[in-house]
């Protein structure tokens, strides 16, 4: 959010000292050798900071998302149509809130990589086109879902990212395709419907090697969603489901982080 103070640090462990932090002056402040103070900006927008390990000038890139704040007031957020969120949380569970805020996405930004393998558009809401639009894509989301990439990639698929069919939806957008799941984590940004497309065709490819595209394909996809070994706070605790091909699509996988095992 906006104005909010964030460390950032070296993980214990790392070579200790020779780092330096590249970021929009005057927002961070060094408070050791190896970690910093960051304060994000009043303006929504993406702030790319730089950690460079001086020695071997080995670097990565982390991408703030300075969000957009909204109070709900309304069903527009400037001019961008969003619907309404239930405001009483699921069972009280906090990962029902209803967002504080969202990404802006511009034409500038939207092609700008979230993780090592994922884009921000490929996350987006498909009620529209044209920009600015505002999104949810929640940091756990992405690391199981680089997880689960690697995972397939390590069965002899050479696959560079996976095909989102569907990540952040709104309300709005949710209730216009026919979806009366007033809770459903596509609403909240750590749910993802995703299929393997090496060859582009936007159509699940044949993982199991029987020759044809089926369910089968999808059922391969969750097994391995459901085999990845991730200790503690990023091992997949959440929704997990295949689906079949219809004339609109090709067999996928749902997967969300909602926090307890659901199956269907």
């Given at each position: ?16 000292g ?17 970690s ?8 929504p927008?993406?702030y ?6 001086t ?35 699921r069972?009280?569970?906090a990962?029902?809130?209803?967002p ?13 990589l ?6 921000l ?11 600015p ?21 390590d069965?002899?698929?050479d ?5 989102v ?12 395709i026919?979806?009366t ?20 065709d936007?159509?699940?490819?044949d ?16 097994d ?8 503690g706070?990023?091992r ?8 079949g091909?219809?004339?609109a ?16």
């Amino acid at each position: 959010m906006p104005d909010t103070v964030v460390r950032i640090r070296v993980e214990p462990g790392l070579r200790q000292g020779g780092y330096r932090l590249d970021a929009p002056a005057p927002l961070t402040y060094r408070r050791s050798s190896t970690s910093w103070r960051f304060v994000a900006p009043s303006a929504p927008g993406l702030y790319p900071i730089h950690v460079t390990d001086t020695t071997s000038g080995v670097s990565v890139q982390l991408q703030v998302f300075v969000l957009n704040p909204w109070d709900h007031d309304g069903r527009r957020l400037n001019g961008y149509r969003i619907g309404r969120y239930e405001m009483e949380p699921r069972h009280g569970r906090a990962v029902y809130e209803p967002p504080e805020g969202f990404v802006e996405v511009t034409a500038q930004n939207k092609d700008a990589l979230v993780a090592p393998h994922f884009r921000l558009d490929q996350f987006l809401c498909k009620q529209t086109e044209e920009t600015p639009q505002y999104a949810l894509v929640r940091p756990r989301l992405l690391r199981h879902l680089e997880q689960v990439l690697a995972a397939v990639n390590d069965q002899g698929h050479d696959v560079s990212t996976l095909h989102v069919m569907s990540g952040y939806r709104t309300p709005y957008y949710n209730r216009a395709i026919g979806n009366t799941t007033e809770y459903s984590r596509h609403l909240y940004g750590d749910a993802a419907d995703i299929y393997v497309d090496v060859d582009g065709d936007r159509w699940m490819d044949d993982l199991t090697g029987d020759g044809r595209v089926s369910v089968a394909d999808a059922e391969y996809l969750a097994d391995i969603v459901q085999r990845i070994p991730t200790p503690g706070e990023d091992r997949f605790i959440g929704g997990l489901s295949t689906y079949g091909s219809t004339t609109a699509h090709g067999p996928f996988v749902h997967l969300d982080l909602r926090g307890r095992h659901v199956r269907w």
